[in-house]
């Protein structure tokens, strides 16, 4: 896991009047804080940070020259071995054990469009040719690893954080207005957007070619699609063994993140015995250490820190990594708390409860209504319409904070979002058709755009890698392929495929069937952030920043969410902003 820069400018050398390199290696610092390097040549600057997973030795940093390519890559290809095997059979020959040389000999033997289609893992890398003097870029199908594109006057740069570009590339920055409505709206920037005009996510799933003239071809190399009807239990559970004992390789200390619920109890199952498993101090304590034991681990437990004062810290974090998340603070204190504990790897269930229909606000089409009455109480039926979807994931539409300067454009606004929401769901039933579509718009906005980015930027703050089997592509192809009879049991209830394996397994079912709980901070942690986010909220509102038109719905909930939001872009703010990094327009 690393911090990966590129700068290309297509011509034969950079103005270096352009570049800030000390910038860019002191914003990647803490993604990679065991080993850095850089390449300025061609026309191309790039710099590149390790955090040293797998082979640890010195031979491994980055960025990766050849005779041809340069590879500067974040992540891990979970299926190097099998990829190492057939490399060398066609006479590839390998000086190191890292997956880096994997990735790169296969763009070396294979040609980048080739190689990004047999890669299994969360990635991101910049590749370039020095033959052809092109430029490529990808990143992983689910959006696991983030990369950062500015496409600017005479030039193409990016980033694993916008942190990176905003230290590192000297350019007029200017305040995203419509990237900033996103966040307030929806919890985070969607759809490629930042809080910065001019800096976007590259889509995930696509590879870029770029040329000497900056023109870009983009390729959609995956995306899922409605694969054959049917789901095999013996299949899925095949496939995640596999799965699951890829995500294990690591030469680091690795601990399994156990919240004691079913996602990550199942993740267990698949583990040999004698691991850590990590569990950040919840309601769920006695069940996470329960299972723990059962499936024969070492636990380690940290109490939730008692933090009278998010704002130094949310400020340092925006300062360090260029993004703000309204639902940080618990990712922060796990990952610093294992980073602490000694751990360098966690592996995560993250993005479960939406490919398994693990949450009641997802329709599920197709349920047989017998299934549904025999639910137990604490599950709950599944919703009935895309509205309250929408509404239980990103708040009631109508109480938002926004930038607009009246209720009747907050309206214009409000349904806009809603437009494009509904253009994200009739995608996904266009790629998986009707049944897996609900979920599949899930992963795609609340996970990809969301969960997946802030988990990023947390862990990453904290030199912790953090890996989510459950977001492997192939895993998300299958069980897409699932219908929702195949997913929730009169029985077993919601995530039926998980829960088999417990079964299966034997573990107590006091452990896992019973109400989800979840984490949460101390109440007064909880009090302190109320404090502050009202004093934030205010703040924010006599600036200009913000509207907000709290009027129906949950508001309680939604105004919980508007000062999570308020506090962690005010921190960003005092960062950027206050600074004078990134303006504001007059």
Known sequence: MCGVFCFFSGKEEINSDKINAEGILTALARRGPDGHGVFDELGVFMAHTRLSI???????????????????????????????????????????????????????????????????????????????????????????????????????????????????????????????????????????????????????????????????????????????????????????????????????????????????????????????????????????REASEFLGFDFYSENSDLVDDWEPWLFAFSAATGGAFAAVRQPLLMSKAMAAAGFKVGLSANGADELFLGYPRTPAPGLDPLVITGLPAYEGAPAETFAEQVAHIFGDDANFLSPSASSEEVECEHEKMIYRLKRRLEAAANQVGEAAAYRLFELRTYVEQDLNPTLDHASMYNSLEVRVPFLDHRLVSYVLRASSNDLIHPELGRKAPLKRILLEKGVPGRIWNRAKVGFSLPASSIVAARTTGLRNLRELLEDGYVRFFPRKGLLVRDFQRVLAAATAFAAWKRAWIDTGIVRTKE
């Open 54 to 288: 797998l082979d640890l030795h010195e031979r491994s940093n980055q960025p990766f020259v050849g005779n041809r390519w340069v590879l500067s890559y974040n992540g891990e290809i979970f299926n190097h071995q099998d990829l190492r095997r057939e490399l060398e059979k066609e006479g590839a020959r390998f000086s190191t054990n890292c997956d880096t040389e994997v990735l790169y000999r296969a763009i070396e033997y294979w040609g980048p469009r080739k190689a990004v289609s047999r890669l299994c893992g969360m990635f991101a890398f910049a590749a370039f040719d020095r033959i052809e003097r092109q430029l490529w870029l990808a990143r992983d199908p689910l959006g696991i690893k983030p990369l950062f594109i500015v496409r600017g006057d005479g030039y193409l740069a990016c980033a694993s954080w916008s942190s990176a570009l905003l230290n590192g590339v000297k350019e007029s920055w200017q305040l995203d207005r419509e990237g900033l409505a996103s966040y307030f709206q929806l919890g985070a920037p969607q759809d490629g957007l930042t809080l910065v005009e001019g800096i976007s996510s590259l889509p995930s799933g696509e590879l870029w070619q770029i040329d000497a003239n900056l023109k870009v071809c983009a390729d959609v190399y995956w995306r899922p699609e409605q694969g054959p009807e049917g789901f095999e239990t013996d299949g899925f559970e095949s496939l995640l063994h596999k799965v699951v004992g890829e995500h294990l390789a690591a030469d680091v200390p690795m601990a399994l993140l156990l919240s004691g619920g079913v996602d990550s109890t199942a993740l267990g199952c698949f583990f040999p015995k004698g691991s850590a498993a990590f569990h950040l101090d919840s309601p769920e304590m006695q069940n996470a």
